[in-house]
């Protein structure tokens, strides 16, 4: 049986860290009332004077990943980019890393589901893989959030909790007959709510897609109805957990750690809570980081590897919930 194994992993920050304190410099907030509503207390932002997009910090983390895999760029057979923050309005910040790694020929395929990016990107390269269709598959998220905020009293229930960062996987198939690999994967999406967690422009459907009015009215930058996204997070959330359990057909006392998407501690500790999950089984480090959507769930994966909470022969539930909205969860176990 041909399962999909991750081979690799890899993680790249910017240098620069934002701390709560230096948000009280630019708007009226505190470390208290950022932590209080959110759990983070810094986050990395790249050089304040640009010239730094998501395909940079993307090969970062990508040649850790593939060093890790022991790939070299030649090696890949298809780059999948998850992002909301492109380089570009367009082309696709997977053409631009595929550029940078030396590659003139490779696939790349750019998907915008925001937070959930890392788990569509994650179920779509295995079934290229189950499928036959690519054997050797670099999965990166990516995010530059902080030249795209409102950072400013106005905007600080939102500039507060985005980090910039990435992360990357190395996806390849493995024959066994072992239960290993992606077990299982649930998507879903409600465009219905679409305006809950958004950022208007630039916009197709206006002419011009951007206008002086348009800036003026800050439509440039991301808004969010927290209250709802959180309601609707912590409802969803251990819905689909039982759903993708039931598919795999193991029981929730078989995953070791779960990794959510880290949009907001209050919404990940509301998820332990209603699944009776112990502390030490639900990973958490946005506190350090804040929320660096598509790139969250691979950089905590990552990080967990990396200090020895998961390994050899562990199961780990990926899951998450954000913008369009979209939400879903992927399982995944080590292979022994």
Same mark, same amino acid.
């Given at each position: ?10 993680r790249y920050l910017p240098h620069r860290c934002v701390t709560n304190q230096d948000m009280t410099r630019w708007m009226e907030t505190t ?9 983070? *207390? ?9 010239? =730094?997009? =998501? ?18 760029? *030649? ?84 500039? =507060?909790?985005?980090? %910039? ?24 999406? %409600?465009?219905?709510?679409? *305006? ?9 459907? %206006? !002419? ?14 991301? =808004?969010?109805?927290?209250? !709802? ?9 251990p819905e689909v957990t039982a759903e993708v359990l039931k598919k795999a057909g193991l029981p929730l006392s078989a995953v070791d750690l ?26 958490? !480090?946005?506190?350090?980081?804040? !929320? ?13 590897? *990396? ?30």
């Open positions: 049986m041909q399962i999909t194994v991750i081979k690799g992993t890899g470390d208290e009332w950022i932590q209080q509503r959110t759990g983070i *207390e810094q986050r990395y932002w790249v050089p304040e004077e640009g010239g =730094v997009g =998501v395909s940079d910090l993307g090969l970062e983390a990508s040649r850790i990943a593939m060093a890790r895999a022991g790939w070299k760029p *030649e090696d890949l057979d298809m780059i999948i980019f998850a992002t909301l923050s492109p380089d570009l309005f367009f082309p696709g910040s997977g053409c631009l890393l595929a550029h940078k790694l030396g590659l003139t020929t490779t696939p790349a395929l750019d998907i915008r589901q925001q937070c959930t990016g890392f788990l569509y990107g994650l179920a779509t390269a295995d079934a290229y893989i189950r499928s036959g269709l690519a054997k050797r598959i670099l999965l990166v998220g990516a995010e530059v959030h902080s030249t795209g905020l409102d950072i400013s009293t106005r905007g600080r229930d939102v500039a =507060v909790i985005f980090g %910039d960062g990435a992360a990357a996987v190395c996806l390849e198939p493995m024959e066994t007959d072992a239960k290993a690999g992606v077990l299982a994967s649930c998507l879903h999406a %409600d465009g219905s709510l679409a *305006e809950s967690l958004m950022a208007y422009a630039p916009a197709s459907r %206006d !002419n011009p897609r951007i206008s002086e009015q348009m800036l003026r009215e800050g439509k440039q930058y991301p =808004v969010m109805d927290g209250r !709802n996204i959180f309601k609707y997070a912590v409802r969803r959330l779960f990794i959510p998407h880290q949009a907001n501690l209050r919404i990940n500790q509301a998820f332990a809570k209603a699944m009776e999950l112990p502390d030490e089984k639900v990973y958490h !480090n946005i506190q350090r980081y804040g !929320n660096t959507t598509a790139a969250s769930i691979p950089l905590a994966f990552d990080e967990a590897i *990396e200090k020895g909470v998961i390994g050899a022969g562990s199961t780990v539930m990926f899951l998450g919930l954000g913008a369009g909205v979209t939400w879903g969860a992927v399982l995944y176990r080590f292979p022994g």
